[in-house]
Each structure stands twice: as C-alpha cells, then as structure tokens.
C-alpha cells in the first residue's frame, strides 16, 4: 500500500502577511482584505498599471544589498521548519530536501546589478551570486544544514504546485524522508515591464471571473509546507494539517504565453490527480482556481474544470485568492495549496474578492466576495503558467 | 549601468549557426527563438528519432519531459532587461520577455513535438541534468508517463563570461584543478522509459540507468565527500568491486578533488579505469554537461567501446555533486533501469 503523506507544518509572507504572521494570512484571505495597492518598489509611472501586491520591504529586514526574494524565502521556510518541529524529528539530513518553485528567483539582483553604476566590486560579486535562480533553493538548505535532495523548479506559475508535488513525490518513491516545499518570488521592474508588454495587467483592481475582469496584478511573498510520511510524523506526535492524495502536471503543447482555450492541460491534470487520490470527484469540496483574472485564464479554467469535475464543475465553492493577493508566480502554487489546507481544517473557504459581474462563460459558484462555511473533505487546487504549464494538487483531511 | 555592450564575447566552445529546418518538419514557429531552445529544439528532434518514438503513434499525453537549464536564455534577458533601462517601458518587447523565461525552452519543445505529459524545467549547476534524470525516472515510476525526454541546454553570454570572471571561478584566475573550464554551450537529450516498454515498442535498448545520485553542499573536503557517495552508490547497487568500466569527469568546478574522490571510492575492480575528459571539446556547458557526458558514456557501452558500467561525475561551485551509473550489473547481465 502506497505511504499516505502529510504536511507538519507551513510558514507564510505575503502582502496580507508581511511579518509572516500566518493567522494574519489566513484571517486576511477569509475577509478578502485587499492586498493590490499602488506599487512601492519601483516608479510604476510609465506603466497603464500602478498597481501590484507588494510586501514593503522595509518590513523584510534587509541586509545592504539582501535579494528580497532571499529573505522572503528564509522568512517562510524558517517558519515552516519551525511550525513543524522539524529539527526535533531526527531526519536524516541526507534524506531531507528543499524543493523550491520560482520564476524569477533573484532577479532583484540581477535588476540592480545592471542598473546602478558605480557598485563597488564586492557589492557586484555580491549581487552574481543572488542572481541565479538556484541560488535560493541553495541558500535555504545551507542554512537549514539540509543535504538532500535539493531542486529548484521553474515551471513559470504552476512553479509552486509543482514543487509540492515533486516533494510530495520525492517522500511517497523513499528518496526522502521529509521535504520542505514551496516557492518564493518578488515583484521587480524587470517582470512588471514584461507582463505590462503582454498586456496582462490589470490598471485597477484582479477580477477572476467577473465579466469585467481587465487582467491581472503582480504579487510577491514566499510559503513552505513540509512534508513527511503520516506514519513518521504520527509516530513522533507531529500536528497533522491533511494530506496531499495525488498530483498530477500537463502540457498544453500549444503556446508559449496563452493557455489552451479548453483548458486541455489542465483537466487532464485535475483528472490525473484525481485518479491518483483515489477519491470521486464529488468528494472534492472545494477548488482553489489559479484565477488570475484574465479575460482567457478564466474561460479556459472555467471549461478544464467542466471536463474534469463533470456536473459537480457547477456546484462546487471555486475561489481565487489572487483577487486580493495578486499573482505571487513561483510562490503562488504554495500559498493556494496552503488556503487549501486551511480550509479543510476550519471548514470555511476563502472568497473570490472584487467580484463584480457574472461571466456566463464562467458559470461556476466562485463564492463572490465573501467566505463560506463549507465541510471540506478534499480540496483542488489548480496552477497554470507559460510555457502551457498545468499542475494540480488534491489535499485532503488526513 | 553595467550594461553588456562593452563585455568581451569568448569565441570558444561555441556552436556554430544552427538551422532547425533539418530538426523539424515546421521549423517556421520557432525561427525566432533563443539559442537555448533551439539547441533543446535539435537535441530532442534527435533523441526522439533515435529512440524510434515515431509522431502519432505514441500517446503524447503518456510522454514527458524534465529540462535542465543552468543560466537559460541569458542573452534575451540581458537584451530585455537592455531595452528596458535604456529606452523605458515602451521598448520592452513581449517576445524577448516570453523566451526569456526559464521554462521557454520547455514550452518551445512541447510545442514542437505535442509532448503533453508532465514538463518540468529544473534549475541548477552543472548537475542540474541529473537532477532532471532523478524526476523523470520518478515520472516512470509512479506510472505518470509512458517515456520520458531528459534534456540538458545552455546558451553562451558574455554576462556568463563576466559573471563567473568575476567571481573567479573560471580557469584563468582560479586554482589549478578547481576551476571550471570555460563556459561552452549547446544540449543533449535522452529517452528514458521502463525497459517493458522498450520492449513492446521492439526498439533497442541502449543502456540501463542503475542509480542516479544527486548532492548538495558538501561540508566535507570534496574529495573526501565524493569518495564517500560514490563507495555508498556502487555497494548500494552490488556494483563496488565487480567491473572496470569508465569514468567521465565533471566539467564544473572542484573537477580534481572529484577525480581523485571518485578514484578512491571505486573499488578494486574499477582499478585501471579510464577517466575520460570532455571539457578540453565542450568547455563547461552547465546545464548540459550531465547530458553530453551520459551521451557520451552510452555511447561507449552501446557500442561495446567499454566493456564495463559508465560512472558518470558533476560537480559545481556550490559544492553540488551528482553521480550516474550506467550499464553493467553484478551478475553480468543488464540492470533493469527501474
């Protein structure tokens, strides 16, 4: 019989978060504070968008030249080892490992590094080393003396799903024997200026799945969840959040930027960790959407739950807490697998914030603008990105 | 601003003009794309042929891939990031951000070949490509995918050059037998699938993949480290003692102390092995050096070159190291991959 494997324990930074209060995250997601504001990290002037949910970073308590998205990631891991009591469980080190979602990783360096002249050499030096994305992922394991697998995943937004599924997955085939997974990433210039040119961002407010939705906003922040057999951690009276029951990735094969119009990729990998959990759809009671409030994300996610989920797709409660959260890229996957947990465990699911006006092409019950109390014995949560990248997570009660 | 214009470009290790046209049947999509996905683009046209995985006849659903890039499409993130600072959002090209995404090469190849599985862009040093290896045969063995496309790319950038200059990690300026060579570029694929399935297929099989071991941080001596993982690998697959094969050397940093941990935790059987060299012909192409190595050592077994397994070395200036065993078993017959 396949191990049953189950998260200890989870950190948190985000907008709604800054000092990475966890409560604060899941008390903010449940109330749909707004976290969308007028960018602070850079002159945003130039841009028909002013707006993004950012962390200020005097908040991140940076060294002279620290990458934020380092620091986010130290935060949130830190946190997270902590929240589980990682370091009294008696892992192995060489079969504990660090999997890591991002996007852009330390782009923020990279960005300064080309921008500012006159850096003295050891600044520079500095900044080369924080650049590359692996460079987190690294960070993160010298620091928690982690000397398993270590993996760095860039599979664009569907970066941090993945990463829990690999670490999922790493932990079920006995290559490790606990996992720390998560993404991480900061908003930049360099990534605003990008999806400002792809004409993907919203000039006001996130909208998933309103008729009026204009597109999306840039966030940033980190969150883990660590991983371990339910069998070890039960064994060593480890507090239990769920289960994540199956994982499943596909590709669109279709485009670079634009998700398949029917959602192909991602239902078949909602149907795929479906299959995998062993569980009916209609025991997932709840879907954390990537919603990202774009006029084809939401069309397209609309109809891949359709195909995956069949009747149930118009009944069951489906938010997206990008609405208020922006779009955190690599960390994104992390943060909705976590609300996803969160929801099982309080039995009320976050809602779709600035829902303003139904899609008839979005028919689905996307629980406008307020919570809900919901029982939830599994949870759905979806990711989707470039690349026609699509991953999906079912977490369930243990 | 420390912008590239002025960096010195390093003619070595480069590949020269490729043309997709032989590669692909519509190579038009794709003319404009980063040289980091155009060698991923030629590598896996290649591999998919050799492997006999004719187009329509296999479920691309039921077919994965997993790349692994060090650096990526540098030189469009260096020209994006250019235009941005110099002329202002109005010059930012939408093109040039989209390739310049780490996972683009990935995208670009699904595109191309209708790879609808599971496909993962790992990120890493040099030893990213056997990282890769270790997700795909986890693909395979959780039943996710039928086969599975390892690919490793990179593309040369004078910010590379630069960077790791800089930082002193290359052969002019670092210690003799602990630097990395300099940077190369281009990439490498391989198929991997459960040798059953290779068999229903009736296409031949190349080469087993014993064991796969990936490292991180070393708090040891390299030396010391390496010896260690290689004794634990070989004794874990009943392998220590039992043949001479080859050795591939790492093309990443710390390549002495890994020749001589590598050495030392042979076993006797491996005495008088030979120990082969491909940076001197490819530089350090990072993220696919594993790659060309495993391409070269199965090339080797395959065609009876070497009679024995193939140990496969990379190593990084993070202390990274991975280990890949290929061919050979205890008993003489071939291992079965999985």
């Known amino acids: 019989m396949t191990e049953t494997i189950v998260v200890t324990g989870f950190g948190v930074i985000s907008p709604l978060n800054p000092d990475g209060d966890p409560g604060c995250f899941w008390a903010a997601l449940r109330a749909g504070k ?14 028909p968008c002013k707006v993004a949910a950012e962390i200020p970073r005097g908040m991140l308590g940076l060294a002279e030249g620290e990458d934020p998205a380092m620091q986010m990631a130290r935060i949130a891991f830190e946190r997270s080892i902590e929240d589980a009591d990682l370091k009294q469980a008696g892992y192995d080190p060489k079969r504990t490992g660090v999997i890591l979602g991002t996007v852009l990783g330390g782009v923020v360096s990279g960005d300064r590094y080309f921008r500012v002249a006159g850096l003295r050499e050891e600044e520079k030096k500095r900044l080369l080393r924080q650049y590359p994305m692996r460079a987190v992922a690294s960070s993160l394991a010298l620091s928690g003396r982690i000397g398993g697998p270590v993996l760095t995943v860039a599979t664009a937004c569907a970066s941090g799903t993945d990463a829990v599924g690999i670490g999922y997955r790493k932990i079920r085939s006995g290559e490790a024997d606990a996992v720390v997974a998560g993404g991480v990433d900061a908003v930049t210039e360099f990534s605003f200026s990008g999806f400002s040119a792809l004409n993907a961002l919203t000039p006001d407010k996130v909208r998933p799945f309103s008729k009026n939705r204009s597109g999306l906003a840039l966030g940033e922040g980190a969150a883990f969840l660590v991983l371990e057999r339910a069998t070890s951690a039960t064994a060593r009276g480890a507090r239990i959040l769920g289960r994540v029951a199956g994982y499943a990735s596909a590709s669109d094969a279709t485009h670079l930027t634009a998700p398949h119009r029917d959602g192909r990729g991602l239902s078949s990998a909602a149907a795929a960790a479906i299959r995998e959990s062993d569980l009916d759809p209609s025991e997932i009671d709840y879907v954390s959407a990537h919603g990202t409030g774009t006029l084809y994300n939401d069309w397209m996610e609309t109809r891949a739950l359709k195909t995956s989920l069949g009747r149930r797709a118009g009944s069951v409660p489906v938010s997206s807490i990008k609405a208020i959260l922006g779009h955190a890229f690599g960390a994104a996957g992390a943060m909705e697998a976590l609300a996803c947990f969160l929801a099982i465990r309080d039995g009320v699911v976050p809602p779709t ?46 | 601003m420390a912008l590239l214009k002025g960096y010195p470009v390093d003619p070595r290790f480069c590949v020269p003009d490729i043309s997709l046209e032989d590669s692909l049947e519509n190579a038009r999509p794709f003319r404009r794309v980063a040289n980091v996905t155009k060698f991923a683009l030629a590598a896996v046209a290649m591999a998919i042929r050799d492997a006999g995985l004719t187009p329509g006849r296999e479920d691309r659903s039921r077919t994965g891939m997993v790349i692994g890039v060090t650096h990526g499409a540098l030189v469009f993130s260096s020209q994006y990031h250019e235009g941005l600072l110099q002329d202002g959002p109005e010059a930012a090209s939408p093109m040039l951000f989209a390739e310049s995404v780490l996972n683009a090469p990935a995208g670009n190849v699904a595109m191309a070949f209708g790879i609808r599985g599971p496909v993962h862009t790992m990120i890493g040093e040099e030893s990213v490509g056997a990282q890769a290896l270790e997700v795909a045969l986890a693909l395979l063995r959780s039943g996710s995918v039928d086969h599975c496309i390892v690919v490793g790319t990179e593309e040369k950038s004078p910010l590379i050059n630069n960077a790791y200059e800089r930082m002193e990690h290359v052969a002019s300026r670092a210690i003799p037998g602990e630097a990395t060579p300099p940077p190369g570029e281009g990439a490498a694929a391989i198929v991997v699938e459960c040798a059953w399935e290779a068999i229903r297929r009736r296409t031949s099989l190349r080469v087993p993949v014993v064991s796969v071991r990936c490292c991180h941080g070393a708090r040891e001596g390299m030396e010391d480290f390496v010896a260690r993982v290689v004794k634990e690998q070989l004794t874990s697959v009943g392998m220590r003692d039992v043949k001479t094969g080859h050795v591939i050397l790492p093309t990443g940093r710390y390549r002495e102390a890994v020749r001589r941990g590598a050495l030392r935790g042979l076993g006797a059987g491996w005495c008088g092995t030979s120990c082969l060299d491909i940076a001197p012909v490819v530089g350090n192409p990072f993220g696919a050096a594993v790659l060309f190595q495993v391409s070269v050592s199965a090339a080797l077994i395959s065609s009876g070159d070497s009679s024995g397994a193939g140990l496969i070395l990379s190593s990084g200036i993070e202390k990274t190291f991975s280990s890949i065993l290929l061919g050979g078993s205890p008993d003489g017959a071939e291992a079965p991959p999985l």
């Not at chain 1, 707004?34 to 990290?41: A, H, M």
């Not at chain 1, 600035?354 to 809900?372: K, S, Y």
């Not at chain 1, 919901?374 to 997570?393: D, H, K, M, W």
């Open chain 1, 34 to 47: 707004n976290g969308v504001l007028p960018v602070l990290s850079f002159d945003a002037s130039r841009y």
């Open chain 1, 353 to 398: 914030g600035n829902f303003e006006e139904r899609d008839p092409e979005c028919d689905i019950d996307c629980v406008p603008n307020r919570e809900r109390s919901v029982t939830v014995r599994a949870a759905l949560s979806l990711s989707a990105g470039f690349g026609g990248q699509n991953a999906a997570l079912v977490l369930a009660r243990r």
